[in-house]
T-cell receptor, first 113, second 113 residues
């Protein structure tokens, strides 16, 4: 158990809908990262937050947004969902920044029908 | 730009034999290098990292990796493979001037009894 929790574990929704994925980092970790894993794209970095502020942005679509709250939990919002958004979404946390190892949550499997 | 390559989709090894999973990287500055392992239906787990210092890095579960700056490589090794080592292995790279962590496409390791 990494100490990172993600909810829900599975999510099935229809095209055009909006969903919110939630992540709670390990106790004491200030950075939260979001990743998308799919068979064709592999593991793609989406976005990083550090202590409530956006620190780095990767291949995140404009339809996607995220935030980190004062209690350090984070949410990833996916809107206008398309079939191609079906993937495993991971949250990870680390103590500080990019030199620190990241601890991954179990993931949320999103299926868009 | 930074990138990482894992040239082998799959590596097959007999139990008890040494294993090597290859990784090469490309960054404009000094790299931060990581290895992660993913078991089926699980999040990624940190194995080891190179930030600076000794080129030979020792990590979890008996794994080690050698940083080779001239060959821009960071191969993962283990002297004696176990069946339980069978999993998907990811190499990742970042650098100080950027904060994103770029993952390779992963190498599937199969250790047979």
């Amino acid at each position: 158990d990494s100490g990172v929790t993600q909810t829900p574990k599975h999510l099935i929704t229809a095209t055009g809908q909006r969903v919110t994925l939630r992540c709670s980092p390990r106790s004491g970790d200030l950075s939260v990262y979001w990743y998308q894993q799919s068979l064709d794209q592999g593991l793609q970095f989406l976005i990083q937050y550090y202590n409530g502020e956006e620190r780095a942005k990767g291949n995140i679509l404009e339809r996607f947004s995220a935030q980190q709250f004062p209690d350090l939990h984070s949410e990833l919002n996916l809107s206008s969902l398309e079939l191609g958004d079906s993937a495993l979404y991971f949250c990870a946390s680390s103590v500080d920044g990019i030199r620190d190892e990241q601890y991954f949550g179990p993931g949320t499997r999103l299926t868009v029908t | 730009a930074q990138s990482v390559a894992q040239p082998e989709d799959q590596v097959n090894v007999a139990e008890g034999n040494p294993l090597t999973v290859k990784c090469t990287y490309s960054v404009s500055g000094n790299p931060y290098l990581f290895w992660y392992v993913q078991y089926p239906n699980r999040g990624l787990q940190f194995l080891l990292k190179y930030i600076t210092g000794d080129n030979l890095v020792k990590g979890s579960y008996g794994f080690e990796a050698e940083f080779n700056k001239s060959q821009t490589s960071f191969h993962l090794k283990k002297p004696s493979a176990l069946v339980s080592d069978s999993a998907l292995y990811f190499c990742a790279v970042s650098q100080y001037s950027g904060y994103a962590l770029n993952f390779g496409k992963g190498t599937s390791l199969l250790v047979t009894p």
